[in-house]
């Protein structure tokens, strides 16, 4: 942890602003790489939107419509195994990371799908003798009609069945760590192999199983990756607030920042500060546009083990974690910046979960909160150089993927700062798409602090 009574004294290569998980992961991965590093924080770590995640690594069941992004998100999770086993060694904390992996319901759609799919393997082995070579142009239509729709589709594409009824069917999932960014294999897997599964769980169509997802306890990550920053040589300010840039005179060059607790100086400075950037920037007369989106999840314990996968619905996941607990999120409300759970969250949480889970009215209650996803207005990230100040960057509005895209987020950006090169950071991620200079008319009052 730095020492705040020489803090004017002190120079660094860089210095990141914000020690959520974003700035948390882009500070150790530069101090690896011998990177003289400050991380500021006005809180303390995982206090915002990255302590209030559910920490799902969902690179494969996410409906990412933006082709890098898929790419930044595949590319994240691969790390993620080995970077949980670095950190258990460096700090002792466990992340929590779970692989058992995740269980997609169904759609009207795709039931149907799925039955006709059926019906037409049953019907292919009636015809199964029959050499027509009119039976074997229809099959082989049919079969490329199925597989264009497998294809177009995300929940069933790559799926195979597992429709098994007998008890000797080995239902551990727990030592799945496939990390191939460039496969994924889903399978269905019928209400009566489901039932043998996940007993409590009703699904009357069964579900797909998606076994390269894994999960975490996003807090716990945010913990580890501080430590292990601080082992590496970071040092640490929290409640330490930055109220302004520093620069060198007369020019736009970064020379550092001025905090609540006095100045600190570095060629580069990077705003990993969520939802807050908008602000930051706006007292340097810039704006870059956020949607804040406010998320509200619960927690439930209950009396044994009721499910083993993660849920990964439509507006609604239920999230096994350790001591038989559950996480059941989440709401979406956007242009909220409150952190109130409303009542009406909760019972709307609670009745989605009871769709999969019938006897999740039964569970005790443990908690409710929420937070503040940064959402953008094109849901893409800002990663990249605020080209205007030279030396200031910016490593946010990563939604609802910040835990999912740290890891790579910060492989990405330690490449860029180290290298003074962004040509491996795709253009739909650069800040300056949607950067505009502002008025100080426009600017808002009472913005005073950044991190």
């Known amino acids: 942890m730095g020492h705040l009574s020489n803090l004017n004294t002190k ?42 995640a559910g920490g799902m690594l969902a690179a494969h069941s996410e409906h990412f419509m933006n082709a890098e992004l898929h790419h930044l998100a595949l590319y994240s999770q691969s790390l ?9 060694e460096q700090t002792g904390i466990d992340i929590g990371l779970r692989t058992e992996g995740f269980l997609l319901p169904l759609t009207e759609k795709d039931s149907k799908l799925l039955h006709e799919e059926r019906l037409y393997e049953d019907q292919s082995q009636e015809n199964s003798n029959d050499q027509s070579s009119n039976t074997q142009y229809q099959n082989a239509q ?10 177009d589709n995300d929940i069933l594409s790559n799926i195979e069945t597992i429709d098994h009824t007998n008890t000797n069917t080995n239902t ?25 599964v996940e007993p409590q769980l009703y699904a009357p169509s069964g579900m797909i199983y998606n076994p390269d997802e894994p999960q975490l306890i996003p807090a716990l990550l945010n913990q580890a990756l501080v430590q292990a920053a601080i082992q590496y040589g970071v040092d640490f300010y929290p409640e330490t607030e930055v109220l302004r840039l520093l620069y060198q005179q007369n020019t736009s060059q970064i020379k550092g920042v001025v905090s609540n607790k006095g100045n600190l100086s570095a060629e580069q400075v990077v705003l990993t500060t969520g939802i807050s950037t908008q602000q930051l920037l706006a007292k340097e007369q810039y704006t870059l546009p956020f949607i804040p989106i406010k998320g509200e999840l619960i927690e439930v314990s209950t009396p044994s083990k009721w499910l083993g996968h993660t849920i990964y619905g439509e507006g609604i996941y239920i ?43 039964s569970a005790t209650f443990v908690r409710c909160w929420s937070g503040i996803r940064p959402g953008t207005p094109d849901e893409l990230p800002y990663l990249g150089r605020i080209e205007p100040i030279t030396g200031l960057w910016t490593a946010s509005g990563h939604y609802r993927n910040g835990i999912l895209l740290a890891a790579g987020t910060a492989k990405y950006m330690a490449q860029a700062l180290i290298t003074n090169h962004t040509a491996h950071i795709p253009d739909c991620f650069a800040p300056a798409r949607a950067l505009q200079k502002c008025s100080d008319l426009a600017i808002r009052k009472g913005v005073t602090t950044w991190n």
């Open 11 to 52: 120079h660094y290569d860089v210095i990141v602003v914000g020690a959520g998980v974003i700035g948390a992961a882009l500070a150790y991965e530069l101090a690896q790489q011998g990177v003289k590093v400050a991380l500021l924080e006005k809180s303390t770590p995982a206090a915002g939107a990255s302590g209030a």
């Open 172 to 196: 551990n999932t727990n030592t799945n760590t496939n990390t191939n960014t460039n496969t994924n294999t889903k399978k269905w897997w019928s209400p009566s192999y489901l039932a043998q």
């Open 142 to 151: 049919h079969q490329l009609d199925h597989q264009d729709f497998f294809r």
């Open 319 to 361: 999230i096994p974690k350790s001591d038989h607990r559950l996480w059941i999120g989440a709401t979406s409300k956007p242009n909220r910046i409150d952190t109130n759970v409303e009542i009406s969250a909760i019972a709307q949480l609670l009745s989605q979960a009871e769709q999969y889970l019938p006897a999740i009215g």
């Open 80 to 88: 993620y195994s080995k970077l949980a086993t670095d950190l258990l």
